[in-house]
T-cell receptor
Framework: AQSVAQPEDQVNVAEGNPLTVKCTYS??????LFWYVQYPNRGLQFLLK??????LVKGSYGFEAEFNKSQTSFHLKKPSALVSDSALYFC????????????FGSGTRLQVQP | GAVVSQHPSWVICKSGTSVKIECRSL??????MFWYRQFPKQSLMLMAT?????????EQGVEKDKFLINHASLTLSTLTVTSAHPEDSSFYIC??????????????FGQGTRLTVV
């Protein structure tokens, strides 16, 4: 079985400050890890993914995430938050073999204050 | 990235009627599509995996006779909510896999359909 934990329901950060949204995972085999962002009443937009290679992955809109195998984590980061980054963020995982559907975390609402 | 179009974006229907939601891959062929359901302030829950030309694979607890999935072509999958009831009101999102370089696949999502059953 595979699972994703996003321990924070909400993260508040001031505009211009760095932000981190936490994610830990559990999967059998090698993980494929993803971050998606969702705006109200919209589908999910892909931000970035880790498949293999460098542990630091850079994605859209200045976001990046660091894969840490020993801690089974894939935290989302951005050096300087924007008000427009306020949205719901989902971490997802699937194994490199077998079940192809993604398993999502519960989501973290990011609120960036002006 | 690849584009997945979902239609309609929102629909209101009367209890007891059926509603069809379409999911199209616009610029690629998708042999597999996924249907998710999202309740307010909750995560996405996989309902079923739709395979082109074969029967869908439903997750445990999802009624296959209520949520009919058809994947008749490589660019279209449909989800029909039959005899809808207010408890079926939810946000439904489809996803399609696209083959990326190196053989890895990634999923792209439709914009979702807000279903309200009154």
């Amino acid at each position: 079985a595979q699972s994703v934990a996003q321990p924070e329901d909400q993260v508040n950060v001031a505009e211009g400050n760095p932000l981190t949204v936490k994610c830990t995972y559990s999967v059998s085999g090698n993980p494929y890890l993803f971050w998606y962002v969702q705006y109200p009443n919209r589908g999910l937009q892909f931000l970035l993914k880790y498949i293999t290679g460098d542990n630091l992955v850079k994605g859209s809109y200045g976001f990046e995430a660091e894969f840490n195998k020993s801690q089974t984590s894939f935290h989302l980061k951005k050096p300087s938050a924007l008000v427009s980054d306020s949205a719901l963020y989902f971490c997802a995982v699937r194994a490199d073999t077998g079940r192809r559907a993604l398993t999502f975390g519960s989501g973290t609402r990011l609120q960036v204050q002006p | 990235g690849a584009v997945v179009s979902q239609h309609p974006s929102w629909v209101i229907c009367k209890s007891g009627t059926s509603v069809k939601i379409e999911c199209r891959s616009l610029d690629f062929q998708a042999t597999t599509m996924f249907w998710y359901r999202q309740f307010p302030k909750q995560s996405l829950m996989l309902m079923a995996t739709s395979n082109e030309g074969s029967k869908a694979t439903y997750e445990q607890g999802v009624e296959k006779d209520k949520f009919l999935i058809n994947h008749a072509s490589l660019t279209l999958s449909t989800l029909t909510v039959t005899s809808a009831h207010p408890e079926d009101s939810s946000f439904y999102i489809c996803s399609a896999r696209v083959q990326a370089r190196g053989g890895n696949t990634e999923a792209f999502f439709g914009q979702g359909t807000r279903l309200t059953v009154v």
